[in-house]
């Protein structure tokens, strides 16, 4: 007679047999399916930095030669800005007081300063400098001719000035090896600019409350490609800031006035920034240093050709 429960355990030693066989056999597609690489994750966009800490400095007898850079601070304050103005007499104290903010809370610093002001501008660079801190953007208004050069943590430079001025008339310069973004601008040829005015400009004004409105956004980007800019601003015109040059290939066709156009520049600046003639000859290949602002160009900037003059009727 057969026994049942050996058929059983018979039947229950097969099947375990059968399962264990069947997985030997059988490709681990678990682990295959593991080791495929997987393309990393797209990473973030850079957060803005956060608004600038901006110190003004007046001049000598400030609170009546200077008073230009407290209605600039009015017009900063009013946009939003952490914004105070100060006399260039308690310079180095503020210079300390600036960089242990920063070092509490790191944000970008904007110096600007007219006269000896300016002259303190460029100190307090000093002093960051030596505690490895940048210093955003300088602007210094016919600053003082003792004023130093511009050493390397400043990331922009501009000065305005004028060169046949007694009380200014700073020609400042950037140090050996400066790779930030430099713009001189002399406005000696304008009749109508004094040394007791030139701080007071509401066009001048305007831009720089732009320049620091755009701070926090502008991309980061190398300064090696950074030329530059020096120039004797034609009598009677609007200075229009901007930070640097860059070098633009020139194309078959283009002209002097073409380039000019193409990127919104006024002719007079290229013929300086490249020591030509407006009318100058130019060669496929040949470079011409176009200025330039740090933010982004607008889309139809940038060696685009120029719309056509609508037509006559």
Not at 163 to 187: E, I, K, M, Q
Not at 251 to 265: F, K, L, P, Q, Y
Not at 300 to 309: R, S
């Amino acid at each position: 007679m057969v026994d049942l429960r050996r058929l059983v355990a018979l039947a229950v030693v097969a099947l375990l047999a059968l399962g264990i066989g069947t997985a030997v056999a059988s490709p681990v597609k678990s682990k295959r399916a593991a080791a495929t690489p997987t393309a990393p994750p797209p990473a973030p966009p850079p957060e803005p930095l956060p608004p600038p800490k901006i110190y003004l400095f007046r001049g000598a007898m400030g609170p009546i030669f200077s008073t230009g850079m407290d209605r600039l601070e009015e017009k900063l304050t009013k946009a939003g800005f952490s914004a105070n103005v100060y006399e260039f007499t308690i310079c180095r104290w503020i210079g300390d007081r600036a960089i242990a903010s920063y070092k509490e809370s790191p944000a970008p610093i904007v110096l600007i300063g007219h006269s000896m002001g300016g002259l303190c501008s460029v100190v307090i660079s000093e002093m960051a400098a030596k505690e490895n801190i940048p210093i955003s953007l300088v602007i210094a208004i016919d600053p003082a001719h003792a004023t130093g050069d511009v050493p390397l943590n400043v990331e922009r430079f501009i000065n305005i000035f004028l060169s046949d001025s007694v009380l200014g008339g700073g020609d400042v310069v950037a140090v050996p090896g400066f790779r930030g973004h430099y713009a001189s601008y002399d406005l000696k040829e304008n009749s109508r600019v004094s040394h007791i005015n030139i701080e007071k400009s509401d066009d001048i004004h305007r831009q720089i409350v732009d320049m620091v409105t755009q701070l926090p956004r502008i991309p980061p980007q190398t300064q090696g490609d950074a030329v530059p800019l020096r120039y004797l601003v034609p009598a009677n015109t609007l200075v229009e800031l901007w930070d640097s040059g860059v070098r633009v290939p020139v194309r078959r066709g283009d002209t002097m006035e073409s380039i000019a156009a193409a990127n919104r520049v006024p002719l007079w600046t290229l013929a300086q920034s490249n020591s030509l003639a407006e009318n100058a000859p130019l060669t496929p290949g040949q470079t011409i240093i176009v200025p330039r602002h740090l933010t982004p160009p607008e889309p139809a900037a940038a060696m685009a050709t120029p719309a056509p003059p609508p037509a006559r009727r």
